[in-house]
């Protein structure tokens, strides 16, 4: 098994996922379900993340196929700028229901249009990652293309979006440099938050109510932010380095592993029952103490699988 | 002596090892270190800059052990790197601007924890802390930005 193969197994999770989240916010609104909006935004949430490998596996599957005769590069780079697109509209959906999931865990209900913003990122974003995996069936697929409909043009390598990023990593002498600066600025933001969280879950950190601490989530995502764009950036500019490297593989996964932590930090009832009243004192369970441990655990591993590129990989 | 430094033993052995528990480890080490230490120090920046103004300054005790810990990691995996390339580092006018913002944010976390392990219930922050706290902020973004640039402007 390859990482083509991968992509094929993962291919549908973001339209297919999508539908579904989308489904349940409909239903949400028409029912006036809160739980079932909450369901709606967790499994957005965990699209959101899981639509990083499927990116990622893309560009893998396409150094793998791309020496074929019967591939044309040409069907592959449209299908890929446009599950950039999609991507990044996935990526900007995921963010705004995280937003309204802190909210709603802060105070019981979401601000009034953050959930219908998230809906209509979602839309949009389902739109255009459905018209990237018909993009994609193409490359394998000319069959299936719509009658009458030709076969993409050649294109000049200039149209790209994925060819402009790649050019500027490439040929700018401090975009390159500057991305780091902030992919590592970023990365103690969001470390030194949840850093706060978990010793407080671990009880390292005791006088602190936990409702305090998960004010600080947004700051975390905002560091987290900054990183999935910088980090987006050099993935899109230098794809090759990153595909051929085992410890990008090792980061993504921990990534994986963070955000669904990140998920669970965010929502997590317990705490919160025995923070509302001002008491701060409180012991958590032995589960979220293991949670807090895989976190800042996954959180490391992330680091030293991203420091480690160039020494295990052959990235820089 | 900076020709010396990269003589010894340690230096050598960080540069000519393959392993990467050698030097990829310790640079490695040092990022950790860095997300800790400047992590936790921005921590208490943001409370005094008005985030979770309700917990008492005491509360914020931790942030001083866990910063001792990194900056601990970070001076110690921070000379062994020096070593490895002193001639290189110590005559870099990057390099030296660098430790003197590393020397500027630590310093100004001497008067922040002297304040914070004097006040208990204490949830007023003054316009002079406050000052300290954004210093606190810049200095560490200019020293983290100057460490990572350091790969690009001292080849």
Known sequence: MNLAH????????????????????????????????????????????L??????SGVAAYYEIRERPDISVDTVRIHQDAALIGFTLMEFAGFVGWVALWQSRRRGRAARRVVPAATVL?????????????????????????AGAAAPAEGDPERFITSAITEVAVYSTWVWPAAEAVHFLGLCLSFGVLLAVNLRILGVIRQIPFAEVHRLLPWGMLGFGANLITGMFFF????????????????TIF????????????????????TEDGNAGFEASLADKAMAVSSIVAWLAVLYAGRMLPFLGKSF | MLTWLESTKLAVWLTESPSVWAFATVLTLHTAGMAVLVGASWVLDMRLLGVNRRVPLSAYRWVFPVVAIGLLVNVVTGVMLFMKSATKWGTAAPFLVKMLLVIASVAVLVPLR??????????????????????????WTGAVTAGRLLAYLVP
């Open chain 2, 114 to 139: 002297s304040h914070v392990r004097r006040n208990d219930a204490d949830t007023e922050v003054s316009g002079n802390l406050r000052l300290l706290a954004i210093a606190s902020i810049l200095a």
């Open chain 1, 255 to 274: 990534l994986m592993i963070a955000g669904a932590n990140f998920l669970y930090l965010t929502v997590f009832g317990k705490a919160w029952r025995h």
């Open chain 1, 6 to 49: 991968l992509h094929l197994v993962m291919n549908h999770v973001p339209t297919l996922g999508a539908v579904i989240a989308l489904g349940l916010l409909l239903l949400a609104f028409i029912r006036r379900n809160e739980h079932l909006k909450h369901a709606g935004l967790e499994v957005l949430f965990v699209i959101a993340v």
């Open chain 1, 236 to 251: 899109v500019g230098q794809p090759g380095q990153y595909i051929a490297s085992t410890p990008f593989y090792w980061k």
């Open chain 1, 51 to 56: 639509t990083l490998p499927v990116y990622v």
């Open chain 1, 122 to 146: 979602l839309v949009v974003a389902l739109a255009i990652m459905a018209r990237a995996a018909n993009l994609g069936g193409d490359i394998r697929h000319p069959e299936i293309r719509a």
